[in-house]
């Protein structure tokens, strides 16, 4: 078979599990994506600038950032993480829901914080809760959920897009028009927007046509409502709510027997190491003085360095599908706006089809030799855009490789990290703060550089920050042979103190059985 019957079986005993988590990132990618196209129509709503929207769009990734850092904190126990998971997705819907009532700029950045905070919980639980049920064949089941958010985001803007108006807030000359069709175009299919754009090209005067997006915020509150009621299902069948006891064998002590093969007598040691060095907590917990002392240096490298490469992959991931229908736009592509308008469709369509592609490589394939073939892959892509800079069909077709070679850069590094240190320590939470860091930061500075520089200097950005990765990477692989070399010391300095005491224990047991015969 292409897939061992051992990986079929454990995802059969704990299917409710992993496809209740699944669910809930197709969930989150429809909502990563939905509201960049949006933006326009929202300004209108509010009676705002475009400066003053785009940091109600801020607020959202800011406090999904603190969602991820904290989130940790909800997975002491299957009740807490999946109460969280149900009242984020619940919040979620919620949301979405009241949004077409915010007519003030404040109350929809309030909104779309409290939306920002719950995906955040909604990421880093659904992730800590795969790796624990599955452990060290977590790889080939995280690719799969990280490929619901590359699907979710495909989908959400064909949602929106039908409610969306064309003309903005009022009648406005011909080019003021264009400027308006560039605007959403580059903000299409991203929630990322451009900070510095001119506010004068979209004026509030005229007759404003009337704009039908808030059904696109129904329709999205109403596909995400499934998803907190999937959750509560899990739950009672769980028998984790009181009031309603359900009949049926809980699905933990499935998740033990699918777990028990392969941790054996392992299991109790390694629950053991994990509470000593804090677990999956949250990224707080890391830094508590009793979780870290005793620990060497590239226990704590190894958590620096796997978040650094992801907030530079994830990084570029944000910046391309945000910038890359300006650069498409501007000379010497001078790209149709139509035609500009697909290629961070494009991007998203092959980031879905390489997650789904990565599903079965990651069964084959160690995850550290994935993410060599992915970074290398990645930094060869952008040089070639940089050589064709002139090439219309390159562009297509590299932004197409792009897409595929980084899609799979956060579940395989999620995997690697985890197996590096033993399914210990805070890896989980740190990486998914770090690529939302990573994300957010690089929005606002590549934007900033294209803003001043001209529109070449994408790509240049592009290949200075996948170097830097790469090189982040090889610090990485180096510090994991110092830490194993570390660990396999601790491993023959044990054997050598239990040695001696068996051979005494050995020892007075020969002499009490001696003893009755010269009596």
């Given at each position: 078979?292409?897939?061992?019957?051992?990986?079929?079986?454990?995802?059969?005993?704990?299917?409710?599990?992993?496809?209740?988590?699944?669910?809930?990132?197709?969930?989150?990618?429809?909502?990563?994506?939905?509201?960049?196209?949006?933006?326009?129509?929202?300004?209108?709503?509010?009676?705002?600038?475009?400066?003053?929207?785009?940091?109600?769009?801020?607020?959202?990734?800011?406090?999904?950032?603190?969602?991820?850092?904290?989130?940790?904190?909800?997975?002491?126990?299957?009740?807490?993480?999946?109460?969280?998971?149900?009242?984020?997705?619940?919040?979620?819907?919620?949301?979405?829901?009241?949004?077409?009532?915010?007519?003030?700029?404040?109350?929809?950045?309030?909104?779309?914080?409290?939306?920002?905070?719950?995906?955040?919980?909604?990421?880093?639980?659904?992730?800590?809760?795969?790796?624990?049920?599955?452990?060290?064949?977590?790889?080939?089941?995280?690719?799969?959920?990280?490929?619901?958010?590359?699907?979710?985001?495909?989908?959400?803007?064909?949602?929106?897009?039908?409610?969306?108006?064309?003309?903005?807030?009022?009648?406005?000359?011909?080019?003021?028009?264009?400027?308006?069709?560039?605007?959403?175009?580059?903000?299409?299919?991203?929630?990322?927007?451009?900070?510095?754009?001119?506010?004068?090209?979209?004026?509030?005067?005229?007759?404003?046509?009337?704009?039908?997006?808030?059904?696109?915020?129904?329709?999205?509150?109403?596909?995400?409502?499934?998803?907190?009621?999937?959750?509560?299902?899990?739950?009672?069948?769980?028998?984790?709510?009181?009031?309603?006891?359900?009949?049926?064998?809980?699905?933990?002590?499935?998740?033990?027997?699918?777990?028990?093969?392969?941790?054996?007598?392992?299991?109790?040691?390694?629950?053991?190491?994990?509470?000593?060095?804090?677990?999956?907590?949250?990224?707080?917990?890391?830094?508590?003085?009793?979780?870290?002392?005793?620990?060497?240096?590239?226990?704590?490298?190894?958590?620096?360095?796997?978040?650094?490469?992801?907030?530079?992959?994830?990084?570029?991931?944000?910046?391309?599908?945000?910038?890359?229908?300006?650069?498409?736009?501007?000379?010497?592509?001078?790209?149709?706006?139509?035609?500009?308008?697909?290629?961070?469709?494009?991007?998203?369509?092959?980031?879905?089809?390489?997650?789904?592609?990565?599903?079965?490589?990651?069964?084959?394939?160690?995850?550290?030799?994935?993410?060599?073939?992915?970074?290398?892959?990645?930094?060869?892509?952008?040089?070639?855009?940089?050589?064709?800079?002139?090439?219309?069909?390159?562009?297509?077709?590299?932004?197409?490789?792009?897409?595929?070679?980084?899609?799979?850069?956060?579940?395989?590094?999620?995997?690697?990290?985890?197996?590096?240190?033993?399914?210990?320590?805070?890896?989980?939470?740190?990486?998914?703060?770090?690529?939302?860091?990573?994300?957010?930061?690089?929005?606002?500075?590549?934007?900033?550089?294209?803003?001043?520089?001209?529109?070449?200097?994408?790509?240049?950005?592009?290949?200075?920050?996948?170097?830097?990765?790469?090189?982040?990477?090889?610090?990485?692989?180096?510090?994991?042979?110092?830490?194993?070399n570390y660990l396999t010391g601790t491993t023959k300095k044990s054997a050598m103190v239990e040695e001696p005491a068996?051979?005494?224990?050995?020892?007075?047991?020969?002499?009490?059985?001696?003893?009755?015969?010269?009596?």
């Amino acid at each position: 078979m292409f897939v061992d019957e051992r990986i079929v079986t454990l995802f059969k005993r704990n299917a409710h599990h992993t496809l209740t988590y699944w669910s809930v990132f197709f969930s989150f990618g429809l909502c990563i994506a939905f509201l960049g196209p949006t933006i326009l129509d929202l300004q209108c709503q509010t009676n705002s600038t475009l400066s003053q929207i785009t940091w109600v769009f801020f607020s959202q990734q800011f406090c999904l950032l603190i969602g991820s850092s904290i989130g940790g904190v909800f997975k002491k126990t299957l009740f807490s993480a999946l109460s969280a998971l149900f009242v984020s997705a619940l919040t979620i819907s919620v949301i979405f829901a009241i949004i077409p009532l915010c007519n003030n700029v404040l109350l929809l950045a309030i909104a779309m914080a409290v939306s920002g905070f719950a995906m955040g919980i909604i990421d880093t639980i659904a992730n800590i809760q795969l790796v624990t049920i599955y452990q060290r064949d977590s790889a080939v089941f995280l690719q799969a959920l990280h490929f619901f958010i590359g699907f979710g985001a495909l989908v959400s803007p064909l949602i929106a897009d039908p409610f969306l108006s064309e003309t903005g807030c009022g009648n406005h000359t011909e080019n003021e028009t264009q400027s308006m069709h560039h605007f959403r175009n580059m903000l299409r299919n991203s929630p990322i927007v451009e900070h510095n754009i001119n506010q004068s090209l979209l004026p509030h005067e005229g007759l404003a046509e009337e704009s039908n997006v808030h059904y696109a915020f129904w329709i999205m509150a109403f596909i995400n409502l499934p998803v907190p009621i999937a959750v509560l299902f899990l739950m009672y069948r769980e028998q984790l709510i009181p009031f309603c006891p359900s009949g049926t064998p809980r699905l933990l002590d499935k998740d033990e027997l699918a777990m028990g093969s392969q941790q054996g007598a392992e299991g109790s040691e390694v629950e053991q190491k994990g509470h000593e060095a804090g677990g999956h907590g949250n990224i707080f917990s890391c830094c508590q003085n009793d979780n870290l002392r005793g620990l060497p240096v590239s226990f704590f490298m190894i958590h620096i360095l796997g978040g650094m490469v992801l907030f530079m992959t994830d990084g570029i991931v944000g910046a391309y599908a945000g910038f890359v229908y300006t650069y498409g736009v501007a000379p010497p592509m001078s790209l149709p706006n139509k035609t500009a308008g697909y290629l961070a469709s494009i991007f998203w369509a092959a980031i879905t089809a390489g997650r789904l592609l990565s599903i079965p490589l990651s069964y084959r394939f160690q995850p550290v030799k994935l993410l060599m073939f992915n970074l290398a892959g990645a930094i060869v892509t952008v040089l070639m855009l940089l050589i064709f800079y002139t090439s219309n069909t390159f562009l297509f077709v590299g932004t197409c490789l792009c897409g595929l070679f980084l899609s799979s850069i956060f579940p395989c590094m999620l995997a690697y990290t985890e197996d590096i240190l033993d399914y210990q320590g805070c890896a989980t939470s740190v990486l998914v703060t770090s690529a939302g860091m990573g994300e957010m930061v690089m929005q606002v500075l590549v934007g900033s550089i294209i803003q001043t520089k001209g529109s070449y200097s994408f790509l240049l950005c592009g290949m200075i920050i996948a170097c830097l990765g790469f090189i982040l990477f090889i610090g990485l692989l180096l510090f994991h042979r110092m830490h194993r070399n570390y660990l396999t010391g601790t491993t023959k300095k044990s054997a050598m103190v239990e040695e001696p005491a068996a051979e005494q224990n050995g020892s007075a047991q020969t002499e009490q059985r001696e003893e009755p015969k010269s009596s």
